[in-house]
């Protein structure tokens, strides 16, 4: 028996939705039947997305926005609405990891603001836009935060993990706001999952760093990041609000992650000898 999130027909929101796990996410709302609207400032990547939802059978409206600038957003939301009639979940998935020079010792004041822009204004005015189409009716939002929120990088997305940190009580305190309203907001935090950047960039040591450091010894698959999102935007988890979900195989919870593997294999070479 499988549980039935009772999204089918509704409508959700995706933003950053063009690639990795924002574009997976969409993917599994298509699949459970929703009606899906993405986002993401590269109107040739999103019309690639569309094209890649449709072929799933889903109905589905694109447009190339920059959620970092208010009004923006609010015409985005404006535009969703006119297009379906309604709008009853909102995912707030844009973020980068953005970084000063190699060579430079300081932010400048304004590298400061676009990573504040990116990594934190975009949910706030996210939330915002979503929750005008939400307050008399009720819906679910949910925002994309990191590993990085409880576990910060230090070096080349140094401010990336306070700005993520940022976001979880962001999720917390729109909770509150948006409760009398049946309006939930909650946050999904991302360990190291393999979307095309992170392909692409992630040599074989550092690779080997962060499976070692993970108690699944492995990183994450986007539809893995993916499903618990589509979760929180669906009717299971109708009592669940203010709450952020790490969703990171274990990565950075104990100092030797690799424990259970080391001593199964030690078991299973001690029982290969006595047999």
């Known amino acids: 028996m499988t549980m039935d999130l009772g999204l089918k027909g509704t409508v959700a929101v995706v933003t950053g939705a063009s690639m990795g796990i924002g574009l997976a996410t969409a993917k599994e709302l298509v699949q459970e039947g929703a009606r899906v609207a993405i986002c993401s400032r590269d109107a040739g990547r999103v019309a690639a997305a569309v094209r890649q939802l449709e072929e799933l059978g889903g109905q589905v409206y694109g447009e190339a926005v920059d959620m ?28 980068a990891q953005l970084t000063k020079g190699e060579d430079e010792e300081e932010y400048s004041d304004a590298l400061l603001e676009r990573i504040y822009a990116v990594c934190f204004k975009s949910a706030v005015f996210g939330c915002q836009a979503a929750f005008r189409y939400m307050k008399d009716r009720g819906g679910s939002i949910v925002n994309i935060s990191s590993l990085g929120a409880r576990c910060p990088t230090i070096g080349k997305a140094t401010l990336y993990g306070p700005l993520k940190a940022a976001v979880c009580r962001l999720s917390l305190t729109m909770a509150g706001e948006y409760a009398a309203y049946g309006v939930r907001v909650n946050c999904v935090m991302p360990g190291y999952t393999m979307t095309e950047f992170n392909s692409a960039h992630t040599d074989s040591q550092t690779m080997r760093a962060i499976c070692e450091g993970t108690m699944m010894n492995r990183p994450g698959r986007v539809e893995e990041v993916a499903r618990p999102i589509v979760f929180l935007c669906g009717n299971g988890s109708a009592f669940i609000t203010g709450e952020s979900l ?13 424990f259970s593997y080391e001593e199964k294999a030690r078991k299973e070479k001690k029982e290969a000898i006595l047999r």
Do not use: H, P
Request: aromatic share 12%.
């Open 68 to 95: 970092c600038d208010e009004q923006s957003a609010y015409r985005f939301a404006q535009n969703v609405y006119d297009r379906f009639g309604q709008i009853d979940s909102w995912v707030n998935n844009v973020g």
């Open 246 to 258: 790490e969703v990171s195989g274990g990565r950075g919870l104990t100092l030797n992650a690799m």
